[in-house]
């Protein structure tokens, strides 16, 4: 199977669309290439004109909840990429995640959020999608987004 | 024109001199090259020896004010990259920025702050200049700055 | 003198041994190599299954013991690029650190808590260990670490 229709399988359980367009909030790409290296810029859980999962993490916002916002993110990253390369069978590894969350004052499960991304990055991609990863538990997000995730990828050359 | 003209305008206009040291605030190099790749390390609004924009944004410092702080982060590294390639001419693209902003328990406004940094690059650098970018609201910056911005760069090889 | 040896010094120093399992938090990778460069997952200072350094800085955490964990940090990171190349000495450059600081309120010596892991890479590695960084005080870390650092290297080709 393809990571292009996994990638198809895991928009259908999500339950979100990725098809319109993905906006990024000023004067800058969304995703830039590099020889065989792509830098993307960092995403928040935003479907369509909506950030689907705002708030603190560990407050109003649960961990259940915060897990899906990294999905988002990165069902986001992935559909930048797919669009850049025409199929994401030609991405040839992840090589770093970077997970940012909005926390709560005494939460400290960042790791676990991330962990949503991670989990779906190497579903639908497979071993091209084990990445390195940092995650850090931040003050504030753009948008009041409870997860911000930007990501490094390298193509075949 | 030449991107060190437009350089040289956005310091008239900023009204502050990147010309003396651009010190380092610890045992680390300002900018290192790779290949085609320098990565810059981050920088805070220090003109000379003084950090201009220090504070909360949302809460003591304005909008107005985290903008100008963004946009002399953002010339200092110009700065670094003119002194090391000669002339900015040389920069083949801006790969990406993260950007940092000490931020009130309720400013949602990161994106709009980096926006300053992002107008700056792609004004100086032109097409070279837009770049993919993270922007996340921190808890504290090294001396009480308001942003601090860090950068990777790809030159002609 | 290499820089295996002065690995193992600095290893006596600290009093902490890296010869075990330096295991991850998730479904990722703790390095990765694509090309000439590795990137190295965001490191707290834990050591075999304790986290030996937890809390804010500049409360309940002094500047010394942030110092000891972003050097803790720094150690892992380096254990990790021993057992990937066979010697440090392999090693080319230390490209970028990132130290995210778990910081009080009103604490501002992010960049002083850096210099702990910049001193150590600088002092194991020689000049290859002389890099670019970036250092922001943050909300909250995994497992209420002090400190978190990742890592960007080169290696010869």
Do not use: W
Not at 102 to 108: I, L, M, V, Y
Request: proline share 2%; glycine share 10%; hydrophobic share 40%.
């Amino acid at each position: 199977m393809s990571a292009d229709t996994r990638f198809q399988q895991a928009t259908a359980y999500l339950g979100y669309t990725f098809d319109g367009d993905l906006k990024v909030g000023g004067d800058y790409v969304p995703l830039l290439r590099d020889g065989d290296v792509i830098y993307i810029s960092g995403q928040i859980p935003r479907v369509e004109n909506t950030v689907v999962v705002t708030g603190r993490v560990g407050a109003e916002v649960s961990l259940g909840q915060a897990q899906l916002a990294a999905k988002v993110c990165a069902m986001r990253a992935l559909a930048l990429l797919q669009r850049e390369l025409g199929s994401l069978d030609k991405l040839r590894r992840v090589l770093r995640i970077s997970v940012y969350i909005q926390s709560a004052a005494d939460f400290t499960q960042q790791s676990e959020v991330s962990d949503g991304a991670s989990a779906l990055l190497h579903e639908v991609l497979g071993e091209a999608g084990r990445h390195t990863r940092t995650s850090v538990g931040v003050y504030h997000l753009p948008k009041n987004a409870s997860v911000e995730l930007d990501m490094v990828v390298s193509v075949a050359g």
